[in-house]
């Protein structure tokens, strides 16, 4: 059976695929032999001095696959710390604390594995993989992959018994950041959506903790998302939560993914925050307390983003990077700019600034609630959307996500930067620039079209910008119509 054992799960930013096919209780058994040892070759250790956090997320199998995860951990004689059901975070949190002694005494945890598929249809699973306080990048997920292929190789009956002792990190989360934001929420109206994923195990609680009052919605986790999909960039997932701001008077509304390490925001008027300009309003906070100091800091974000997002972090006196899309990107861009602060469209935001520099989305909601506490006192009427009117000067249309088998992706997107080359003029705008940093974004003088890849699934994302809504839709009409070209004329290619 190991023998055609599908390993198509192993993308660049983590493992992910559907349960029963590409996800399966026999590769997780054996992804859990080979990331051992890929710490084992990483750090020298045997595997009784390796200790390593599992924690995983509401899906229906994740329980179980975290059982048999753990299982080829301790057989091949190395330990865990189990955080059963937690916000991601909580996971990366765990590579950061000492831990009580009942549980464990001096121990360094070497890596952390979280059983998830973030904000993916129910029938999606998956597993995201840190080792040394840093996700694993492409290159390093592709060494486990052939670790797990040789693992296989290997007599499984000739197995170990490392341990394993369940924790509950929760309260110790809480606490941490308590202490670190006091009463900061004092006055503060926020309701919270958990979308019947993770994020209801430890958010509300949170957020009263630090003063605020919280209306909850959905925060019992379950694995059937009963009430909508756990996707805050699905702008029609927040339907609910801008209802209950409204209805409410809330002062804001912060909506979680599946596995919380992503977040949406509604203001107090119900408007949507894109994720550029959640992260615009984090940057200006940031440069405006540095600055004082006379620090420019590095901030990194995603080629999806507005051009106003870069343009104003560098007028403010911040440094902006343009990175590929995906954590592991990010992460990556992060540590060799020496960025404080990072975010994407999708609502990941990383805080380097009084944080670890992880994508956590109950933290990065604990920092628009003190933006907003600390806006309050001064100006008893302000809104959110007081900060961003530089977005005025632009519009931006909704993501496209347009279907495409993942097979035919990289063809197709070689074919449409080979038309686009051959004929600059196919926008009927003059092209500034095509940045191929990842996918195609063509700069426009007025605007940009973007077309990528998606690193998750089937589809490519497409975003469209310019000075007016009917410019944009010239943008997005005519990618669309060289997309259809470029599918028809590769699959007629394959068929052949």
Known sequence: MTSTMNFSAFGKNDIRGIYSEDITEELFYYTGKGYVKYIQDKTGLKPKDIWITVARDARLHSEALSKVLIKGITHSGANVINLDLVPTPLGYYSEYISFPETIAKNIKISGALIVTASHNPPEYNGLKLTFNKNSLNEEEIKKVKEYTQEQMQIDSTAVKHGESRLYNIVPAYIDFLTSRFQMIGNGI??????????????????????GCEVVELFSEPDGHFPNHHPNPSDLSTLEALKEKVLETGADLGIAFD???????????????LTGDKLLYIYAQ?????????????VIVSEVKC????FDQINKEGGEAIMAKTGHGYIKSKMKETGAILAGEMSGHMFFKDRYYGFDDAIYAGCRI?????RNKKHYPNFKLYDILKPFNKVYTLEEVRYKCKNELKKPVLKKISELINENKDIFGTKINNIVTLDGLRIVFPDGFALIRQSNTEPVFTLRFEAKTKTKANIYK???????????ALISEKEDK
Not at 285 to 297: A, F, M, N, T
């Open 369 to 373: 609630i003190e933006i907003i506490a």
């Open 258 to 272: 599946g596995d919380s390490d992503r977040l949406g925001v509604i203001d107090s008027d119900g408007n949507i």
């Open 477 to 487: 009409k005519k990618m669309i119509s060289i997309l259809d070209d470029c599918i």
């Open 285 to 297: 906070d940031i440069i405006k307390e540095l600055s004082i100091r006379g620090e420019k800091p």
């Open 189 to 210: 109206k926020v309701v919270t959506d958990s979308a019947n994923g993770t994020a209801g195990v430890a958010a509300p609680q949170l957020y009263r903790e630090i």
């Open 306 to 309: 507005s051009q106003v997002l």
